[in-house]
């Protein structure tokens, strides 16, 4: 019994000799894997130019709330809702029947006053002239100049008294403090208004607004230089609505005094013109900045660079017409082709066909139906 167990394993284990040694030798005969077909591009450096991108909003240059300094009822509204109005233009009223009243109160008082200065005076030039002849006590002398300085004083604040319900009745007319457009009105005639409380409507310019956008404090030095250089004619800081781009450029205008402790950040100001009034304050949209900066940088085709876990790779041919795996740190794309911060020199080869195809250290052949050119498409 023990004999013929020993025979049977002997023959299990001779028969999977001999299967392991016939697939060597189909091995063998197979040969080597095939060679897969790829189309190279030479890795080279070229001007790149592209554009960073911030988030922006629209306000306008200069903006004022408009707020009655009186109180009262609304009498008149003079203006269109949304219309262009002129520096000086009368655009509300306000009942001024009261304030007028006082007024008119005022200057009755301040002539009472200047009456009782008349009086005051002839007094005191009576009892300066029986002081001459000895004729009159020294005190009714100093009584009599007392009484002039105190009619005087009395005068001088009626005119101030004058001059404060003066003011009220001029503020009973709101105008516009500058050329702008005027939004809609948030009172009507009749309305009850209280100084220096009650909205009544908003002005603000519009030939030229301002779109402010934040930068990180890493670019402030960029951003300084190119203020000393910014001009309205060059196409540096350009405004897009989504796919649209606004048709004219902008002018760098200033950088905030200080950056923001919390998010490291410095607000950054353009103009730019509202010829056509496409742009209205309180819009949003996305600041174009050229960037010309990245000169004689490595560009590559991005359809060469594969992603595995959020890392960027390529594939590089090597002398033994092998490839390897190459780690990239990638920068901004420029049209079909993307920028190389690392990884990368000039000279070298990556494949831009067939990556599909391709392992670390896989042979490689040239596909020589198609070549690859300088800028990275295809021909045939």
Partial sequence: MFINSTKFYLAAFAALTLQSCGKKDQQQQAGPPPAVAVTLHDVTTGDAAYYDEYPASITPLNVVELRPQVSGFITGVHFQDGARVSKGQLLYSIDAQLYAANYDQAVANLKVQEANVGKAQKDADRYHELDKNDAVAKQLVDNADAALEVAKKQADAAKASISAVQTSVRYTKVYA????????????????????????????????????????????????????????????????????????????????????PQTGSIKTRLIFPNKDNLLRAGMTGTVRVL?????????????????????????????????????????????????????????????????QNLREGVTIKTDTARVASPGGATTR
Avoid: C, H, W
């Fill in 177 to 260: 403090p500058f050329t702008g457009v005027i939004g809609i009105s948030l009172v009507k005639v009749g309305a009850a208004v209280t100084a220096g409380q009650t909205l009544l409507n908003t002005v603000s310019t519009d030939g030229q607004l301002a779109v402010d956008f934040n930068v990180d404090q890493k670019e402030i030095f960029r951003f300084t230089s190119m203020l000393k250089k910014s001009a309205a004619s060059d196409s540096t800081f350009t405004l897009a609505f989504g796919s649209e781009i606004y048709p004219y450029p902008g002018k760098l205008s200033l950088i905030d005094r200080a950056v923001d």
């Fill in 291 to 355: 960037n010309n900066a990245s000169e004689k940088s490595i560009i590559i085709p991005y359809k060469a660079v594969t992603e595995q876990l959020g890392e960027f790779f390529v594939y590089v041919a090597g002398d033994s017409s092998k490839v390897s795996q190459r780690r990239l740190v990638l920068g901004k794309p420029v049209g079909t082709n993307i920028i190389v911060k690392e990884g990368l020199k000039e000279g070298e080869k990556i494949a831009v066909e067939g990556v």
